[in-house]
């Protein structure tokens, strides 16, 4: 069982930046990957990055060279810096675990992007 709890989120002007935090409750050494994922409303959840456990990272073409996800082994928390903010990226961002054959998420965070 592994429990995802998501931090970062708010309200900022388009351009500005925001740091998503997911802590997970193991060791993320166990974890094959790591994701965050969003929901915009009336559209479907999509990838916006992963990293696996050997540290390659993964990006949706709409976020990269804004967005880096990293990962912290020793504090078991994974990253996503998100820089250059639009609209757009206005949505609930949730965080994924990959164990084994089990799929786990967080609770999310809300991120608002004004114009």
């Known amino acids: 069982q592994v429990q995802l709890v998501e931090s970062g989120g708010g309200l900022v002007q388009a351009g500005g930046s925001l740091r998503l935090t997911c802590a997970a409750s193991?060791?993320?050494?166990?974890?094959?990957?790591m994701g965050w994922y969003r929901r915009a409303p009336g559209k479907q959840r999509e990838l916006v990055a992963s990293i696996t456990s050997g540290g390659s990272t993964n990006y949706a073409d709409s976020v990269k060279g804004r967005f880096t996800i990293s990962r912290d082994n020793a504090k078991n928390t994974v990253y996503l810096q998100m820089n250059g903010l639009k609209p757009e990226d206005t949505a609930v961002y949730y965080c994924n675990s990959i164990l084994g054959f089990s799929d786990y998420w967080g609770q999310g965070t809300q991120v608002t992007i004004s114009s």
């Open positions: 193991v060791s993320i050494l166990r974890i094959d990957d």
